[in-house]
């Protein structure tokens, strides 16, 4: 690592020892080139914490999963304010691809109540996306489309391009950028996952909110994801749920988002445009968040904050994103599901490095 970093290392460190974090892996790309790759703690029982080991991220998936879609407008195979359901038939709700990514398509929760075995019934699934009503019109508010939003995005990739959104991912993304993730895992790397544990027991209660709400409409349904049982479970690993369960390194997640600063090419493979990258990651709608109850900036996937940067954070504590105006990609992998304080702390660190 490079001197001038030292301090992120003792903060990861210190984390560690506090036992405020049991297991993770961080890496910070700068200048276009890896700075900082650390990793820590345990991924299951003992057994340490390795760079490949691969975590489940949460919504840290969901730009990924919107970045699949978005290779296909590139290529001119989809158009962004075309109704889904020129692609989608049988879609009942008159959102535009557009509204779909920015989370205003008014679909922010699975209609239908599901045992947690749905997760792994894609055609169920999107079938009761397609029937359901949406519950404002599209594009008039935003709410984190917590759950669905990787079905939607998904099925649609699938209806133009055939593959599953997790196929498709692996071989047009993940393979040209040597990227360590995945969604819908084999047997292989189901024994490289770090067993997910909560931060303190009342974590998923706290996550889900007030019966009834939104917030628990769209987090609860399918049942599980929320749930140890599920969460380290083949069938949650197997499955592709790409709202919520990316894994991926934390090397991964950085060599992502290095690609992207770097106009849609990395190590000299162009996947995408500059001028979708631009697109991509402009501000698309800037208002209230029905899910998240406050004021938000989404882009295409991602949400943008005012210091500049885009990215997402996973509910649990994962995080990735670039800041363009400092000039650096951020990636933290976590098995251990609490708050978002840890990576407050590096990235203030890592600010004063910079």
């Known amino acids: 690592m490079h001197a ?3 301090p992120v290392r003792d903060c990861f460190h210190d984390l560690l020892t506090a036992g405020r974090e049991t297991g993770a892996g961080l890496v910070i790309w700068y200048d ?11 991924r299951v029982g003992a057994e340490p914490w390795r760079p490949d080991t691969l975590a489940n991220v949460y919504s840290v998936g969901k730009p990924v999963a919107a970045l699949c ?15 889904v359901d020129a692609y989608w038939p049988e879609f009942h709700t008159p959102a535009s691809v557009r509204q779909v990514l920015t989370h205003t398509a008014g679909l922010p929760a699975f209609p239908v109540p599901r045992p947690a075995t749905a997760v792994a019934d894609w055609a169920l699934l999107t079938g009761d996306l397609a029937a359901a009503d949406p519950e404002w019109s599209p594009g008039s508010v935003a709410a984190e489309h917590a759950w669905t939003y990787g079905h939607l995005v998904g099925e649609l990739v699938r209806r133009v391009d055939g593959r599953s959104v997790g196929r498709f991912l692996a071989e047009e993304i ?19 996952c770090a067993e997910m544990r909560y931060g303190d027991p009342g974590w998923p209660t706290r996550k889900l909110g007030e019966p009834g709400s939104l917030r628990a409409r769209a987090l609860g349904n399918p049942a599980g994801g929320l749930d140890l049982a599920v969460l380290n479970s083949p069938l949650w690993r197997a499955a592709e749920m790409p709202a919520v369960n990316l894994h991926a390194t934390a090397s991964g997640l950085a ?16 996947l995408f445009s500059p001028e979708l ?5 402009r501000v698309q709608y800037d208002g209230p968040d029905l899910l998240l109850d406050r004021q938000v900036r989404w882009t295409l996937g991602m949400q943008w904050e005012p210091d500049g940067s885009w990215g997402m954070g996973g509910i649990g504590g994962s995080s990735a994103w670039a800041d363009p105006e400092r000039g650096y990609a951020f990636a933290y992998a976590t098995a251990h599901l609490a708050e978002h304080d840890r990576v407050d702390e590096l990235v203030e660190v890592l600010h004063s490095c910079l």
Do not use: I, K, S
């Open 32 to 42: 276009g080139r890896p700075v900082v790759d650390l990793v820590g703690g345990h």
């Open 174 to 192: 993940a393979d040209r950028w040597q990227l360590d993730l995945g969604f819908g895992l084999a047997d292989a790397d189901q024994r490289r």
């Open 4 to 6: 001038r970093f030292a």
């Open 69 to 83: 879609l978005l290779m296909l407008v590139d290529r001119g195979q989809v158009d962004l304010d075309v109704p």
């Open 277 to 281: 990258v631009t697109e991509a990651t």
């Open 255 to 270: 060599r992502l988002y290095a690609g992207l600063l770097g106009g849609g090419t990395l190590d000299g493979v162009r």
